[in-house]
């Protein structure tokens, strides 16, 4: 075999494997994912080597960033909130 071809198939494998840790990394990192979801993500991801990385990279959620728990200074209460009694029919909210 020439030499040019085990260093193509050398780099593929290191590519693969790189691909595969990277994958394991984000999955292991994951807070959303529980115990048995990950277990089962490292299966797909070590046992359909290329194909797997790359499928739990694009499909692996990313934890919801926490706010504040305020509006920002530029944020405004929207007008058609307004509710008065006449939207319900009476004075006393009832028909």
Request: with cysteine; net charge neutral.
């Amino acid at each position: 075999m020439p030499p040019t071809l085990i260093l193509a198939y050398l780099l593929v494998l290191i590519g693969l494997v790189a691909a595969n840790a990277i994958a394991t990394l984000r999955i292991a990192g994951c807070e959303i994912s529980t115990r048995r979801q990950k277990f089962g993500q490292f299966a797909i991801v070590w046992l359909v080597p290329f194909i797997g990385a790359a499928i739990t990279l694009l499909l692996t959620r990313k934890a919801i960033e926490k706010g504040l728990g305020r509006y920002s200074p530029k944020t405004e209460e929207p007008e058609d909130l307004d509710v008065s009694k006449a939207d319900y029919g009476g004075a006393d909210g009832h028909d």
